[in-house]
């Protein structure tokens, strides 16, 4: 519940999963390298890593640990 109040985005990656930037090469889905990133595939990383944060601040030293 917590996760969306703080950011409605950020329960969708708890739900669906979290976003690789992909791109269609030979017309097959293949993820793309870090300099062909756009804009939006920042900002959507940034999500993922917003959720991961707030995820492990969650945690105990020793769960903390085990990641």
């Given amino acids: 519940m917590f996760i ?3 950011d409605y985005e950020l329960w969708n990656i708890v ?3 979290s976003y690789v ?3 269609t090469i030979d017309r097959k889905l293949v993820e793309k390298t ?3 990133y756009t804009q939006e595939d920042f900002k959507k990383l940034q999500k993922n890593y917003k959720f991961m944060h ?3 601040c969650g945690l105990d030293a020793n ?3 085990c990641i």
Avoid: G, V
Wanted: glycine share 0%.
């Fill in 4 to 6: 969306k109040t703080k």
């Fill in 15 to 17: 739900t669906k999963s």
């Fill in 21 to 23: 930037p992909m791109t």
């Fill in 34 to 36: 870090e300099d062909q």
């Fill in 54 to 56: 707030i995820l492990y």
């Fill in 63 to 65: 769960e903390y640990n």
